[in-house]
């Protein structure tokens, strides 16, 4: 998240208007990035001099609506509702930008799904269609083959692979600045990209299905006993799916999707050397469960 001044469009010498009931706390547990766009509203609206009453008038919300969403409490807001508040308190485009890109980095901190962060972005004067920098630009085609690749390993379908990449970079670019701004804009996307994936992905027994994915191999269509190397494949990509993250999508990328060592660190924005441990660990993992399940189906005769 960037550091950028946050000022509130009202100073101190505001005229100010009859208080009502006095604003309360910030609710405990609100997360960092929450906190970073609701602190700098709250602010602004103390030196407003308006009231929950003047808000109510202005933006057409309740005022328990305004108030939990002063105090974080309820749900998350959608955007247009925050959007609603800091137009009527005068926030300049600018800052409306920035606060913007706030909003959706604390959405996505409270778990929020892609599709429903873009449709609450969506419509507020940016789709995918306008003009892109030349560098998101530039970053959307050298890695879109990948992240469809990927996503494509999980959902099956390709036109669910591809929605979901669209979903990813339309996010991406209201996220753009803050993506350069963290210095490792490839990590940033991959954590937005693996996010959409796996919300869209069933994940029974709680790890990600990807067991359909072990009809689609070389193995299997090259193989001389199908049935074998079916049961075979069906073991291999159960233990893969329980991988823990970081392993699973290493290993997905370099042996499902065929990417070379190189061209998975620089995906998902991490030192070559990350890549080989991470490999390396993970085909250990893998051996002592693949090594497990044999045993569990092939016990030894207890009298030898």
Request: with cysteine.
């Given at each position: 998240m960037t550091g950028k001044?946050?000022?509130?469009?009202?100073?101190?010498?505001?005229?100010?208007?009859?208080?009502?009931?006095?604003?309360?706390?910030?609710?405990?547990?609100?997360?960092?990035?929450?906190?970073?766009w609701l602190e700098p509203l709250r602010a602004s609206y103390l030196a407003s001099g308006l009231t929950i009453g003047h808000l109510e008038r202005e933006t057409g919300w309740s005022r328990s609506k305004i108030s939990e969403l002063?105090?974080?409490?309820?749900?998350?807001?959608?955007?247009?509702?925050?959007?609603?508040?800091?137009?009527?308190?005068?926030?300049?485009?600018?800052?409306?930008?920035?606060?913007?890109?706030?909003?959706?980095?604390?959405?996505?901190?409270?778990?929020?799904?892609?599709?429903?962060?873009?449709?609450?972005?969506?419509?507020?004067?940016?789709?995918?269609?306008?003009?892109?920098?030349?560098?998101?630009?530039?970053?959307?085609?050298?890695y879109r083959d990948a992240y469809t690749g990927y996503a494509h390993t999980f959902l099956r379908r390709r036109p669910d692979a591809r929605r979901a990449v669209n979903d990813v970079f339309m996010l991406l670019l209201f996220?753009?600045?803050?993506?350069?701004?963290?210095?490792?804009?490839?990590?940033?996307?991959?954590?937005?990209?693996?996010?959409?994936?796996?919300?869209?992905?069933?994940?029974?027994d709680g790890s990600p299905a990807l067991l359909e994915a072990a009809?689609?191999?070389?193995a299997l269509r090259t193989a001389d006993d199908p049935v074998a190397q079916i049961e075979e494949s069906m073991r291999l990509f159960d233990a893969l799916r329980r991988l823990p993250a970081g392993q699973l999508d290493v290993m997905v990328l370099l042996h499902l999707r065929g990417m070379d060592e190189t061209a998975v660190a620089a995906v998902l924005g991490v030192p070559l050397a990350a890549v080989r441990s991470t490999a390396r660990h993970a085909r250990r993992h893998l051996d002592g469960r693949l090594?497990?399940?044999?045993?569990?189906?092939?016990?030894?005769?207890?009298?030898?």
């Amino acid at each position: 998240m960037t550091g950028k001044p946050m000022s509130t469009p009202f100073s101190e010498g505001s005229p100010r208007g009859k208080r009502g009931r006095k604003l309360g706390p910030v609710t405990d547990g609100t997360g960092p990035a929450h906190r970073a766009w609701l602190e700098p509203l709250r602010a602004s609206y103390l030196a407003s001099g308006l009231t929950i009453g003047h808000l109510e008038r202005e933006t057409g919300w309740s005022r328990s609506k305004i108030s939990e969403l002063l105090r974080a409490a309820g749900r998350y807001p959608r955007w247009e509702f925050t959007r609603s508040l800091l137009t009527a308190l005068h926030w300049p485009a600018p800052s409306m930008a920035y606060m913007r890109a706030l909003w959706a980095l604390a959405a996505r901190e409270a778990n929020k799904r892609t599709i429903w962060i873009n449709s609450c972005l969506r419509g507020d004067g940016l789709s995918a269609d306008d003009r892109l920098p030349l560098h998101f630009a530039a970053f959307q085609d050298l890695y879109r083959d990948a992240y469809t690749g990927y996503a494509h390993t999980f959902l099956r379908r390709r036109p669910d692979a591809r929605r979901a990449v669209n979903d990813v970079f339309m996010l991406l670019l209201f996220l753009w600045d803050e993506a350069l701004a963290g210095d490792n804009p490839e990590r940033f996307a991959w954590q937005i990209l693996r996010q959409t994936v796996m919300e869209r992905t069933p994940h029974p027994d709680g790890s990600p299905a990807l067991l359909e994915a072990a009809f689609d191999t070389l193995a299997l269509r090259t193989a001389d006993d199908p049935v074998a190397q079916i049961e075979e494949s069906m073991r291999l990509f159960d233990a893969l799916r329980r991988l823990p993250a970081g392993q699973l999508d290493v290993m997905v990328l370099l042996h499902l999707r065929g990417m070379d060592e190189t061209a998975v660190a620089a995906v998902l924005g991490v030192p070559l050397a990350a890549v080989r441990s991470t490999a390396r660990h993970a085909r250990r993992h893998l051996d002592g469960r693949l090594r497990s399940a044999f045993q569990e189906g092939h016990p030894r005769d207890r009298n030898d």
